[in-house]
């Protein structure tokens, strides 16, 4: 009996030994019960650690890099060396008076860091090209893609540019940028946070109010039914015909690429909005990243409020130091169609990735050379209509090429659409997939909501008794456990 207990102990202790290490088929995410255990432990000893700056950057930098160890195993110490050595450089430039010796640095920090990402991200997607060229026999290379490498070299980017245009002025000490490279809930999926807009925060080191706290949990917890109820329910329908997309109609088809479009939306805003709000709990604002960006009437006005953070970046350190729109409306409709091209290829190493980006940037050159035509229609709801209806639909048939396996499944989604469709089949898909339906309508309805409406309902928990943001906070949980999936589902933003 006693060597029996003694077995089970030992165990029970292997596997909660287990759980800390990093597991490849299980990354640690947000919506897992995991993190969230975690984040309880750590929350009272960072409240306890935080009128001691040092003290608390120390405890922070270490939860998060634990964070990415149990996101991406070893490369932990690659974001380590990552920081240090751009931390450095930043020392350097800042202390050197000569323009070329800090444009040197600069563009050695710059090349050091897309060599790194082009290594991980690009290099088999480069050889399988020249392969196809040469007709070579293309082995791939056993190359594993650390999680968030794409947002946090574009922090680091943005930061070492910024202080080679004395824009900024670097941090005294490396801890205090490793804290700002490796801030946990932007860590791995963004928001892409800029130097210049956190590190004040992170000098004043302000202990957060009441209302931060409160206004953070209520961003964790739509997040969390954005992701863990919405976007992975009608994921598993959207699934089914992005695999195999031969087997349905033009009906199912549609619906499918109608369930992405949404898919995407609750999956990416959704762990912003944690991301967001486990910030602010902890005393620190991200920003905004997405701001109901199917309201769009035109791209512009989509890429405004789409990935804010991204967009904002790829103007600010892309569209504007290839000349923007000084140099011309030709220049101007190829700088901004260069920059959603990198833009595309930010976002994955294949062509249809590139196809996506560059038919982005070919729609934004469109709009903006019939602006002047544009401006002398009248505004009415019709217009209003017309320009929503246009923008939605060709923003939607683009995440068909980047949620599709391949160019040729896209190609054939979309022919199947405008193929193979009959009106007649709407009862029958409603009847099949009712639950589906109904969460889908919910959620188009949600979104088209005024902001302020949403800003009401969130002061609205902020002010409440503790009785009913309890509530609230139980009414989620039981939310997810009815429409959570056998596995938690990866955020779709991960493989960026």
């Not at 000098?203 to 209302?211: D, I, L, Q």
């Not at 992975?232 to 088809?253: E, R």
């Not at 009437?297 to 290839?322: A, G, M």
């Not at 008794?465 to 056998?486: D, R, T, Y």
């Amino acid at each position: 009996m006693w060597d029996s207990l003694l077995t089970d102990f030992q165990t029970a202790l292997g596997n909660i030994g287990n759980m800390f290490l990093y597991d490849p088929k299980a990354p640690m995410l947000f919506s897992s019960g995991f993190f969230w255990t975690l984040f309880l432990l750590f929350l009272p000893i960072y409240a306890l650690l935080k009128k001691s700056r040092t003290k608390m950057i120390v405890f922070v930098v270490a939860f998060s890099l634990y964070f990415y160890y149990k996101s991406s195993g070893l490369f932990f110490l690659m974001l380590i060396a990552t920081s240090f050595v751009d931390w450095s450089i930043s020392k350097m430039m800042a202390r050197t008076q000569s323009r070329s010796a800090r444009l040197s640095l600069m563009w050695f920090s710059i090349i050091l860091s897309l060599s790194i990402l082009g290594y991980f991200k690009y290099a088999n997607f480069f050889l399988w090209n020249w392969n196809m060229m040469v007709e070579g026999n293309f082995q791939p290379l056993d190359i594993i893609l650390p999680v968030g490498i794409s947002f946090y070299t574009f922090q680091s980017i943005s930061y070492v540019v910024d202080v080679y245009k004395r824009r900024l002025e670097p941090t005294k000490r490396w801890i205090d940028y490793l804290f700002f490279l490796s801030f946990f809930p932007a860590l791995v999926a963004g928001p892409i946070v800029r130097a210049d807009y956190f590190l004040p925060q992170l000098e004043k080191n302000e202990v957060p109010s009441a209302e931060n706290i409160w206004g953070g949990l209520w961003l964790v917890i739509v997040g969390v039914i954005k992701k863990a109820v919405i976007a992975d329910y009608i994921a598993q329908y959207n699934d089914l015909i992005f695999n195999d997309p031969s087997l349905y109609t033009g009906v199912q088809t549609l619906m499918g690429v109608l369930g992405y479009t949404m898919q995407i939306y609750c999956d990416f805003s959704g762990y912003s909005d944690m991301a967001i709000g486990l910030a602010l709990i902890m005393g620190f604002k991200l920003g905004l990243n997405f701001d109901s960006p199917y309201q769009s009437r035109n791209l512009t006005e989509f890429w405004r409020r789409w990935h804010i953070s991204l967009s904002s970046w790829l103007r600010d350190y892309v569209y504007i130091p290839l000349g923007g729109n000084r140099k011309g409306t030709f220049r101007t409709y190829l700088n901004n169609f260069l920059t959603m091209l990198i833009g595309g290829l930010w976002h994955g190493a294949a062509w249809k990735f590139v196809f996506w980006g560059a038919m982005h940037g070919v729609g934004l050159a469109i709009h903006k050379a019939c602006k002047p035509i544009l401006a002398k229609i009248p505004d009415n709801w019709l217009t209003i209509f017309l320009s929503w209806a246009i923008t939605f639909v060709y923003v939607s048939l683009l995440w068909v090429f980047f949620r599709a396996a391949s160019f040729e499944d896209s190609v054939l989604i979309i022919k199947n659409i405008f193929v193979d469709f009959q009106w007649n089949q709407f009862p029958q898909f409603f009847q099949a997939r009712m639950v589906w339906c109904v969460m889908m309508l919910v959620l188009i309805v949600m979104h088209f909501v005024p902001q302020k409406w949403a800003d009401a309902a969130g002061l609205l928990f902020v002010k409440a008794p503790w009785v009913l943001k309890l509530v609230v906070f139980v009414a989620a949980v039981q939310l997810v456990v009815e429409f959570m999936s056998e596995e938690v589902a990866p955020f779709i933003y991960f493989q960026f």
